[in-house]
């Protein structure tokens, strides 16, 4: 496939496939249409039958090429591919797409300091396992490293103490930025404010901006209730002291945060504990 595109990409060669999609020519006459010299047409033609795009025969004193159908319809099939994955509704670039549509419209909302101050997200999402399990994935780093951020995004550095005073300390980066090298996708930082174990945890995060300032301060509260097949969660998250410059990051709270609780149900069914030490 790779040889096919780099043979295709030269627009002499794509005129001559173009030229052979109408019938079988020969070198001479191939090269009089494409206006190119006859040398010139020939490596051309060589090129794009290494690829498998053409076939060529000798008749009497002439070089007959022909084109080959096969490559060509295999490459419109993985094109036809990629196009289908980009248009999926409920594919990443339809993400993407709709927190571009919201971040404008934050943007426009966000002409004084404070204008976002008071807006809240409500999150409620069913889990496996017990109150006190679940507990453990929201305040243990080793488990929330597994869940706390959106799908393409990887937890860089993370500090969480789960007690009154305790620090809270979330970096993130992209999920395929294995070594560091990329800037650092995210980075927030707060303080635990409430706790009730496995029942009730609140804490203050504030992302904070390129020059180290806060953007806002989220006040996070996340209340736990056993139900007959695992536990009821449910989250209110509040924003306070939001700034004009804050608008990018809470056009992202409702896709990024329920992302991120969408991996703590699925990281949760998939906990290999078993049900009699949930």
Same mark, same amino acid.
């Given at each position: 496939m790779e040889a096919l595109m780099v043979a295709l990409a030269d627009p002499v060669r794509w005129r001559l496939v173009r030229l052979l999609a109408e019938r079988p020519r020969p070198v001479g006459v191939l090269a009089q249409l494409a206006e190119a010299r006859q040398p010139q047409t020939t490596k051309h033609l060589q090129t794009l039958e290494r690829a498998g795009v053409v076939s060529s +025969?000798?008749? !009497? +004193?002439?070089?007959i090429y022909s084109l080959e159908p096969g490559? #060509?319809? &295999? #490459? @419109? @099939? @993985? #094109? &036809? +591919? #990629?196009? !289908? @994955?980009v248009e999926r509704p409920d594919g990443a670039q339809a993400a993407y797409e709709r927190h571009g549509a919201t971040v404008e419209g934050e943007r426009l909302a966000a002409e004084d300091e404070g204008w976002a101050d008071g807006r809240r997200f409500e999150f409620h999402r069913s889990l496996s396992g017990s109150p006190e399990l679940v507990w453990r994935h929201l305040t243990e780093a080793e488990l929330l490293g597994q869940w706390w951020t959106p799908a393409d995004l990887r937890v860089s550095e993370l500090l969480f103490e789960a007690e009154p005073g305790g620090r809270v300390v979330l970096e993130y980066r992209d999920a395929e930025d294995a070594d560091g090298s990329d800037q650092i996708a995210g980075r927030s930082e707060g303080v635990v404010t409430g706790v009730q174990v496995g029942e009730h945890l609140a804490y203050d995060n504030s992302p904070l901006l390129p020059d180290g300032s806060f953007a806002f301060t989220a006040h996070v509260e996340l209340d736990l209730r056993p139900t007959a097949s695992g536990t009821a969660l449910d989250v209110t998250y509040r924003i306070t002291g939001s700034t004009i410059d804050s608008a990018d990051f809470i056009a992202g709270i409702e896709l990024g945060f329920g992302q991120s609780l969408d991996k703590l149900v699925a990281t949760l069914a998939a906990d290999p504990t078993p049900r009699s030490m949930q």
């Amino acid at each position: 496939m790779e040889a096919l595109m780099v043979a295709l990409a030269d627009p002499v060669r794509w005129r001559l496939v173009r030229l052979l999609a109408e019938r079988p020519r020969p070198v001479g006459v191939l090269a009089q249409l494409a206006e190119a010299r006859q040398p010139q047409t020939t490596k051309h033609l060589q090129t794009l039958e290494r690829a498998g795009v053409v076939s060529s +025969q000798r008749t !009497g +004193q002439r070089r007959i090429y022909s084109l080959e159908p096969g490559p #060509l319809r &295999e #490459l @419109a @099939a @993985a #094109l &036809e +591919q #990629l196009a !289908g @994955a980009v248009e999926r509704p409920d594919g990443a670039q339809a993400a993407y797409e709709r927190h571009g549509a919201t971040v404008e419209g934050e943007r426009l909302a966000a002409e004084d300091e404070g204008w976002a101050d008071g807006r809240r997200f409500e999150f409620h999402r069913s889990l496996s396992g017990s109150p006190e399990l679940v507990w453990r994935h929201l305040t243990e780093a080793e488990l929330l490293g597994q869940w706390w951020t959106p799908a393409d995004l990887r937890v860089s550095e993370l500090l969480f103490e789960a007690e009154p005073g305790g620090r809270v300390v979330l970096e993130y980066r992209d999920a395929e930025d294995a070594d560091g090298s990329d800037q650092i996708a995210g980075r927030s930082e707060g303080v635990v404010t409430g706790v009730q174990v496995g029942e009730h945890l609140a804490y203050d995060n504030s992302p904070l901006l390129p020059d180290g300032s806060f953007a806002f301060t989220a006040h996070v509260e996340l209340d736990l209730r056993p139900t007959a097949s695992g536990t009821a969660l449910d989250v209110t998250y509040r924003i306070t002291g939001s700034t004009i410059d804050s608008a990018d990051f809470i056009a992202g709270i409702e896709l990024g945060f329920g992302q991120s609780l969408d991996k703590l149900v699925a990281t949760l069914a998939a906990d290999p504990t078993p049900r009699s030490m949930q």
